[in-house]
């Protein structure tokens, strides 16, 4: 009902990482926002399983909303969502579940995204994704 997305899509323009606004919820990263801001790795702080929601994730997906790949990680996608959702959650996520940790080199031309097993206390390194070329600002 209020729309928020639009006037900081405006302000902030292109991104290489972002975190999902309102958790993935049905009603956040409309197209314009999608569009504009256009992210290279989008992380996702999920609690529930409605998220992320269906058009959310169809629209983080669309290449008719900007061209080229982008990466999806996730704190805990839970199974009923990737069951509602069909395959394209495990297409679409690189990470379903794990503390996220985004590393950027000094000068920050490039970073990675770090998954750490977040159930013990050594949160031991499962996955490391990149290099990612930083883009920049237009």
Do not use: M
Request: with cysteine; charged share 25%; net charge positive.
């Amino acid at each position: 009902w209020f729309d928020l997305e639009t006037p900081v899509a405006k302000a902030i323009g292109p991104t290489n990482v972002q975190v999902l606004n309102h958790h993935g919820y049905r009603n956040s990263h409309r197209e314009f926002f999608v569009r504009t801001t256009r992210p290279r790795v989008l992380i996702q702080q999920n609690w529930c399983a409605d998220q992320p929601g269906q058009g959310v994730l169809k629209r983080l997906t669309s290449t008719s909303l900007y061209p080229g790949p982008r990466d999806l990680f996730a704190t805990e996608i839970l199974e009923a969502n990737r069951l509602f959702n069909g395959g394209v959650v495990d297409r679409a996520y690189q990470s379903q579940r794990g503390h996220i940790v985004v590393r950027v080199e000094p000068g920050g031309d490039r970073y990675w995204v770090i998954i750490l097993d977040d159930t013990e206390e050594s949160y031991r390194v499962t996955a490391v994704h990149g290099p990612y070329e930083s883009q920049a600002r237009r």
